[in-house]
């Protein structure tokens, strides 16, 4: 008697994307096995094929992040050898790297106003206004390796808002980099010394057009450390001085300090928690001020492909002189939450979109200052 016909529709798309390796079509056994880990998350040898697939492609950020996850499991000691080697060739390699996102905005409340009828004294605040547009930002980076681990970089960034329907709050900035490092399979630690120049249509009814809004000159330290193959340490710190073209009252400079821990329990699921520091001081004392904040992730890979991730913030903001018309020294509290949720196997020439909700609200002592909005926007996000 005949055995009865068996057919897996998951082993076959396995077996279709071991061949598409063998037959260097990279691109069909990404996605083949991103399908499979969408659908089977749990299945590391898919995961582990997957990133030495996009790895033979050299989309070697997409194959850091998928070698990374690994290392949160407990697999055997000679497949974590292998992710070793895989993650020190990454480090090793001088490379362009690319990376871009476009974002659909829809902001209720671009003008950060109060509700509508807020008084103070004699003054009624300004009404909300709204803004429907796009936002876009592109990074270009490059390495040079000296050995030994030590690197120049080259890192170009821009980013902007372009809103179709209130051109007067459209913006674009740019920043260079150029800088030195050095990193390993566990240490990177990056020394970037950066210019910043930011266009600005004005926020107000007299333009519509881009102009030179502010300039800025400063430097970046980087670092981050694996302590073990589920904990990372982060840090981050920024010195800036910053000019303006016309609002000089906003001249001076700014300290801003970050440290993080990221905790990978295994490859399906992360938590991420931040502390940061910001000291503006400005020409004008009403301007100057001091901010705490902290920031915690949850990122969790489901069944059946989806994806989420959720962020909690909360910061505290105080100014150092009161504002010269209402006599008030501000004191804010801002509270943000954000939600995103997409779907592993959906892929548009490599970009996943997803869907994010965001909230943030500031109460502050001053009403003109308190005010919340709920966002709704689409993100694509690529890697090259």
């Known amino acids: 008697q005949l055995a009865p016909h068996f057919h897996d529709p998951l082993l076959t798309k396995w077996a279709q994307a071991i061949l598409a390796k063998q037959a260097q079509q990279y691109t069909d056994a990404i996605s083949l096995y991103r399908q499979i880990v969408a659908e089977r998350a749990e299945l590391q040898p898919a995961r582990l094929q997957l990133a030495v697939s996009l790895f033979e492609n050299n989309e070697l950020e997409a194959a850091e992040d998928q070698f990374k996850k690994l290392r949160a499991e407990e697999l055997p000691p000679e497949i974590q050898q292998l992710i070793e080697q895989y993650l020190e060739a990454i480090t090793q390699k001088d490379r362009w790297s690319f990376s871009g996102g476009l974002t659909y905005l829809n902001d209720p409340n671009i003008n950060n106003a109060p509700k509508s009828g807020t008084t103070y004294g004699n003054w009624l605040a300004p009404k909300r206004e709204s803004a429907e547009g796009v936002g876009f930002r592109f990074d270009l980076g490059k390495k040079w390796s000296w050995g030994n681990g030590f690197f120049n970089e080259l890192r170009l960034n821009t980013n902007g808002k372009y809103y179709w329907d209130n051109k007067k709050y459209n913006e674009v900035s740019g920043r260079a980099n150029v800088g030195i490092g050095f990193q390993n399979a566990a ?192 993100e694509f996000t690529k890697q090259f």
């Open 187 to 378: 240490l990177s630690l990056n020394l970037l010394p950066f210019m910043e120049q930011t266009l600005y249509a004005g926020g107000s009814n007299r333009s519509e057009t881009l102009k030179r809004f502010s300039k800025s000159g400063g430097a970046a330290l980087e670092t981050s450390y694996w302590l073990t193959p589920q904990w990372q340490l982060n840090s981050y710190y920024e010195y800036a001085e910053q000019r303006y073209v016309q609002r000089k009252h906003l001249n001076g400079n700014t300290h801003f300090i970050s440290a993080g821990v990221l905790y990978l329990p295994n490859a399906k699921q992360y938590w991420f928690a931040n502390l940061n520091y910001d000291r503006t001081a400005t020409r004008d004392k009403d301007d100057s001020f001091l901010r705490r904040g902290i920031n915690v992730s949850w990122g969790q890979e489901w069944g059946k492909g989806l994806s989420t991730r959720v962020s909690l913030s909360f910061a505290q903001k105080r100014y150092k002189a009161p504002m010269p018309i209402f006599n008030v020294t501000q004191r804010n509290k801002e509270f943000g939450i954000q939600a995103s949720i997409w779907h592993r196997a959906v892929h548009l020439w490599g970009v996943t979109p997803r869907l994010t909700y965001s909230f943030t609200k500031t109460n502050s002592n001053h009403v003109f200052y308190s005010y919340d909005k709920h966002r709704l926007f689409l």
